[in-house]
């Protein structure tokens, strides 16, 4: 038997088990990404990805209004914004995220949309080598990131300024 998990809106087997503590999500949800990241510690070919796998899962499970959520979806939104649209890579999305530190008072909370598009976790984990994981990864984040998009003026307006990326 499938439920929808209360965070992505996918289905997963109604299991019994442990979940994130805010990024709420059903317990198949949460067993189906543990796996996807088993997978990826497996191997340095998912290196690469593991990062924006984690932005896409955060972003798609949001979980309540908390200083905590605040913070993790605001950082996950401009890391899924600063790789796929603006084009950094991975080390210098990384260095943008360093530098928003600074002002990470400036994240607010976002109400979430109301769906938050077809590919889930579920979706990556069906995956059946390296390259279509990954493909499905990006695929999976371009999703999240359109699903927010009434949001994207905001994002954009948390992201560092250009000329500090260029340093
Ligand atoms: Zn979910």
Redesign the pocket.
């Known amino acids: 038997m499938l439920v929808s998990?209360?965070?992505?809106?996918?289905s997963?087997p109604d299991i019994e088990g442990p979940t994130h503590r805010y990024m709420e999500?059903?317990p198949g949800?949460?067993a189906?990404?543990g796996e996807v990241l088993e997978r990826e510690y497996s191997d340095p070919g998912y290196f690469e990805i593991h990062r924006l796998t984690v932005d896409a899962?955060a972003a798609?499970?949001p979980g309540q209004p908390s200083p905590q959520t605040i913070k993790s979806v605001g950082y996950h939104l401009v890391r899924i914004c600063l790789l796929l649209e603006k084009g950094l890579t991975p080390d210098r999305a990384n260095d943008a995220i360093l530098l928003i530190t600074k002002t990470k008072d400036q994240f607010a909370w976002l109400t979430p949309p109301a769906s938050f598009g077809p590919i889930?976790?579920a979706d990556v984990r069906e995956a059946g080598n390296v390259e279509q994981h990954k493909k499905m990864v990006r695929a999976w984040a371009a999703s999240v990131w359109d699903a927010w998009s009434q949001y994207h003026p905001v994002i954009h307006g948390w992201l560092p300024k250009i000329d500090e990326l260029r340093r």
């Open positions: 998990c209360v965070g992505c809106g996918g997963f999500s059903s949800c949460w189906a990404f899962y798609q499970h889930t976790v």
